[in-house]
């Protein structure tokens, strides 16, 4: 899903209050749910078709303590938004 289709998919929402719980599947076959808790963008890097790797951007990277302790995006890695559940 891309950022475009999130937001078509939510615009279909409107008629909901704005303090419905947004929650998400722990698995493609809905084999338990956990709210959601934070909203981040980041990098990803696609390993297969289905999975990859999160990397935060250069710019949240720098913003810490120790930058060097966290990996670098690496060439390939694309911006992206994560939507972290609760557990």
Same mark, same amino acid.
């Given at each position: 899903?891309?950022?475009d289709e999130l937001r078509t998919a939510t615009a279909k929402l409107d008629h909901l209050? @704005?303090?419905t719980p947004v929650v998400m599947s722990k698995d493609a076959e @809905?084999? @338990?749910?956990?709210?959601?808790?934070e909203v981040d963008p980041g990098m990803y890097l696609a390993?297969?078709?289905y999975s990859g790797e999160h990397y935060m951007t250069e710019e949240q990277r720098q913003a810490e303590p120790n930058p060097?302790?966290?990996?670098?995006?690496p060439d390939g890695a694309v911006p992206a938004v994560?939507?972290?559940p609760t557990n």
């Open positions: 899903m891309t950022l209050p @704005g303090d @809905g084999n @338990g749910f956990s709210p959601l808790v390993e297969t078709t060097d302790e966290y990996s670098e995006a994560f939507l972290w």
